[in-house]
Nanobody
Framework: QVQLVESGGGLVQAGDSLRLSCAASGLTISRYGMGWFRQVPGTEREFVAAINQSGSSTIYADSVKGRFTISRDNAKNTVYLQMNSLKPEDTAVYYC????????????????????WGRGTQVTVSS
């Protein structure tokens, strides 16, 4: 059974940092591009960051560029999202996802390109 399990969320103050982790089981993530998305209740799930299979290519939403860093450790079957200089508008449930296997070599910003999702971890940033 494939599972993606996010961890590392919490309540922090504006300007603080958090590192989210996404541990995969039943899935060898080195074969897949991976992404982070976030969602506020009542809104669409939005793209945050993505990374290709090897880690050589990354892409970020404009709202997080320069503050967030996506990385992966294929040996640990884990993807990370380092979030610095957090802002109240970063408050959301953060989800990791694996891209469809046909998207080889590129980091994918489109939510529809992902077919496996974790259950999410809550990040709350107070002002």
């Amino acid at each position: 059974q494939v599972q993606l399990v996010e961890s590392g969320g919490g309540l922090v103050q504006a300007g603080d940092s958090l590192r989210l982790s996404c541990a995969a089981s039943g899935l060898t993530i080195s074969r897949y591009g991976m992404g982070w998305f976030r969602q506020v209740p009542g809104t669409e799930r939005e793209f945050v960051a993505a990374i290709n299979q090897s880690g050589s290519s990354t892409i970020y939403a404009d709202s997080v560029k320069g503050r967030f860093t996506i990385s992966r450790d294929n040996a640990k079957n884990t993807v990370y999202l380092q979030m610095n200089s957090l802002k109240p508008e970063d408050t959301a449930v953060y989800y990791c996802a694996s891209a469809e296997s046909r998207f080889v070599g590129s980091a994918r910003p489109n939510r529809d390109d992902y077919n496996r999702w974790g259950r999410g971890t809550q990040v709350t940033v107070s002002s």
